[in-house]
């Protein structure tokens, strides 16, 4: 079940990129938890539920042109979680200004869906995302 849930939070990634967010949101529980550590100034958080999780990636997204995306750099599987390290890239919906950042992710999965999600952005987010998966870095 392991291949599966790393397949299950790679798609979820491939439908964002695609821009295809029902397909994205399909993969969550409905009481699925985003927490979002203290490394990213007003958009740290932690929510419950598809409405709320889904509106914080949206406010998220819109601060982006289409050309963001994320390259995923690793994905490894920790049993019920999957740890992801990916790249964020493209440029400010407004500004056109470059965007570029390293994230990791913690994705715990429950009956073939993503229940929880928790992200990373600060310089030893991989070792963070490790830790909290229980493996180590």
């Not at 949206?58 to 994320?70: I, N, P, S, T, V």
């Not at 390259?71 to 500004?95: C, P, Q, T």
């Amino acid at each position: 079940m392991s291949q599966a849930n790393v397949d299950l939070v790679v798609g979820q990634f491939e439908s964002t990129n695609a821009r295809q967010f029902t397909g994205v949101m399909d993969a969550w529980t409905d009481d699925v938890v985003l927490i979002v550590n203290d490394d990213l100034g007003p958009f740290s958080t932690s929510l419950t539920g598809k409405p709320a999780v889904g509106e914080w990636f949206g406010d998220w997204f819109r601060q982006f042109a289409k050309d963001y995306r994320f390259d995923i750099e690793e994905a490894l599987d920790a049993g019920d979680d999957v740890v992801v390290v990916a790249h964020h890239h493209g440029s400010g919906r407004r500004s056109g200004a470059a965007v570029e950042r390293r994230a990791a992710y913690v994705f715990s999965v429950r009956e073939g869906r993503i229940a929880q999600i928790e992200l990373w952005l600060h310089e030893h987010a991989r070792d963070a995302a490790l830790e909290a998966a229980g493996l180590s870095a």
